[in-house]
């Protein structure tokens, strides 16, 4: 059974950093991209990055780039996003999603299996 399971959402101050993680299974999740999402309350959802099956290219939306890094451990079956200097306006559900292909395509990657979320909130 596909599967995608993400953890290490929770409450961090503004400015901090936390990390999460997305682990795959019942698919190849190494030979895929794999993107993460984020929706608040009474947004749309947001895409925020999208990081290809061997790392590369990786992109990163506006609002978070410089910020936020995409990685992966495929021999984990693991990608992580580590979210540094943490602001308010981070706060949302973060999901992860596998793409068919293994590149990245930016925003325009298209996805067919997602995870259900980690709630992220940062707040003094």
């Known amino acids: 059974q ?3 399971v993400e953890s290490g959402g929770g409450l961090a101050q503004p400015g901090g950093s936390l ?3 997305c682990v795959g299974s019942g698919f190849t999740i190494e030979s895929k991209a794999v993107g993460w999402f984020r929706q608040a ?3 749309e959802r947001e895409w925020v990055t999208c990081i290809s099956s061997n790392g590369e290219p990786t992109y990163y ?3 978070v780039k410089g ?3 995409a990685s992966r451990d495929n021999a984990k ?3 992580y996003l580590l979210m540094d200097e943490l602001k308010p306006e981070d706060t949302a559900v973060y999901s992860c999603a596998a793409s ?3 590149t990245c395509r930016a925003r325009f990657t298209t996805y067919n299996s997602w995870g259900q979320g980690t709630q992220v909130t940062v707040s003094s």
């Open 77 to 79: 079956k693991t990608v």
């Open 2 to 4: 596909l599967q995608l």
């Open 41 to 43: 309350p009474g947004k």
């Open 67 to 69: 910020r936020f890094t």
């Open 100 to 102: 068919a292909g293994s």
């Open 19 to 21: 990390r999460l993680s």
């Open 61 to 63: 939306a506006d609002s």
